[in-house]
T-cell receptor
Framework: GAVVSQHPSRVICKSGTSVKIECRSL??????MFWYRQFPKKSLMLMATSNEGSKATYEQGVEKDKFLINHASLTLSTLTVTSAHPEDSSFYIC?????????????FGQGTRLTVV | SQQGEEDPQALSIQEGENATMNCSYKTSINNLQWYRQNSGRGLVHLIL?????REKHSGRLRVTLDTSKKSSSLLITASRAADTASYFC????????????FGTGTQLKVEL
């Protein structure tokens, strides 16, 4: 069964509204989760590292005020796309790995297809 | 960009043939992982190879790793139409803490 659950799988929203995406680790505690973005027919690009109980670390070029990340518990991280615009339309996907481990596979959520109209 | 390169970008073969995809990366790594993605869906983990390993097998999959050349290859033997998907390599950089950098991907099409 799924180790990481991401919700919703698809969302269509109007331009200017905000959308929240949830990523839950089902089988283990995850002090760190990662958020990626994927444009059609492109690869995954890391957006930010979500740290439980502290601020997220954003990759260069990713606006932290645009993509709000909250990691309030050891099993849940949320990504909120604020004031969404059509160019934010993309596939967003989260991942995590067992905390304190190395050389272990990452587990990915099912992804969220965001369409901003 | 630290993103890895994969080649070919697209590969079309007949069912039963072997498919080979190559991945090059830029930094020292803890491990390299291969993932599969069906169109518009999440990622499926295929295989992980550690930096001190040179070859690994899993079913019809064979992965090699050459850290001196910073490259890896994924071989799918006896391909099936169901293998049609995009394949990505992803590196876990030394000291990166499970943060993955993905390659550009190879779109594989296996025709009947």
């Amino acid at each position: 069964g799924a180790v990481v659950s991401q919700h919703p799988s698809r969302v269509i929203c109007k331009s200017g509204t905000s959308v929240k995406i949830e990523c839950r680790s089902l089988d283990f505690q995850a002090t760190t989760m990662f958020w990626y973005r994927q444009f059609p027919k492109k690869s995954l690009m890391l957006m930010a590292t979500s740290n439980e109980g502290s601020k997220a670390t954003y990759e260069q070029g990713v606006e932290k005020d645009k993509f709000l990340i909250n990691h309030a518990s050891l099993t849940l991280s949320t990504l909120t796309v604020t004031s969404a615009h059509p160019e934010d339309s993309s596939f967003y996907i989260c991942s995590t790995a067992k905390s304190g481990t190395k050389n272990t596979e990452a587990f990915f959520g099912q992804g969220t297809r965001l369409t901003v109209v | 960009s630290q993103q890895g390169e994969e080649d070919p970008q697209a590969l079309s073969i007949q069912e039963g043939e072997n498919a080979t995809m190559n991945c090059s990366y830029k930094t020292s790594i803890n491990n390299l992982q291969w993932y599969r993605q069906n169109s518009g869906r999440g990622l499926v983990h295929l295989i992980l190879i550690r930096s001190n390993e040179r070859e690994k097998h899993s079913g019809r999959l064979r992965v090699t790793l050459d850290t001196s050349k910073k490259s890896s290859s994924l071989l799918i033997t006896a391909s099936r139409a169901a293998d049609t998907a995009s394949y990505f390599c992803a590196t876990d950089a030394a000291g990166g803490g499970n943060k993955l950098t993905f390659g550009t991907g190879t779109q594989l099409k296996v025709e009947l």
